[in-house]
Structure formats: C-alpha cells, structure tokens
C-alpha cells in the first residue's frame, strides 16, 4: 500500500504497455508531420506523392539518426548553474560538475528514442518509395 507521498509501484508488463503507446503516439505524429510537410512541399515543387512522402521519410529519418548520435555521445560533464554569455561561447563564467547517473541514462534513453523512431522513418520511407521493387 502506498503512503501519503508515494506513487504506486507499477507491474512491469502495464509500463511496458504505456511506454509502447506513448512510442506508437510519437511514431505517428512525427509520420503524420512529415507526410503533411512532405506533401505540400513536393506539391509545390512539382514532385510525385511517392516520391515525395519517401524523400520526407528520408530526410527526417537519417536526421533523427544524426540527432539521436550526437545525443548518444554526450559526455559525462555538465555546465552547473547558468553559463552566462560570451561572443560565440568565449569569455563565458563556466563552472563544470559531472553528471548524475540518472542524466547519463536520460542521454542514452533519449539517445536510443531518437534512432529507432530514425530508422522506421527510414523503412517508412523505403515502403513508400514506389522506384523500386522490393520484392
């Protein structure tokens, strides 16, 4: 039983069903997002449906690989308080701590986000890619 201040401890199989979903709600809106901008910008450029829906895919795909890499890569310093200002980041008062264990798995969570929804993009966009045969 859960005191006053506590959150109830959750079974692992109804987090991992949360979590799916959130996931599946992050897939689609970032698909639906990219097919709408996609679309009006291979309508304005006079581009097929397919073609482009894949080179939207593409794009956002390999850029949320890119992003999920420099995320993933995040050293374990972090700037403590406010950084100030500086004429492109020189001069600053920069005082430096090492980050928590808990901003360290953060990094590699968000990390690992950022590449799977990457890379279905990416296979969104080789299914949609009607240049090809795939089978």
């Known amino acids: 039983m859960a005191s006053a201040g506590e959150t109830p401890r959750r079974s692992g199989a109804a987090t991992l069903r949360d979590a799916g979903r959130r996931f599946a709600l992050l897939l689609v809106g970032t698909a639906a997002g990219t097919a709408v901008c996609s679309l009006a910008l291979g309508l304005a450029f006079g581009s097929s449906l397919s073609r482009a829906l894949s080179v939207g895919f593409y794009l ?34 920069r005082r430096l701590r090492w980050a928590t264990g808990t901003e360290q798995l953060e990094s590699l969570s968000i990390s690992a986000v950022f590449v799977v929804l990457g890379l279905l993009l990416i296979l969104l966009g080789v299914l949609t890619d009607t240049r090809y045969k795939l089978v």
């Open 60 to 93: 956002v795909g390999s850029s949320l690989l890119i992003l999920g890499f420099f995320a993933g890569n995040r050293g374990p310093v972090r700037v403590q308080g406010d950084p100030g200002f500086g004429m492109f980041g020189f001069f600053r008062n």
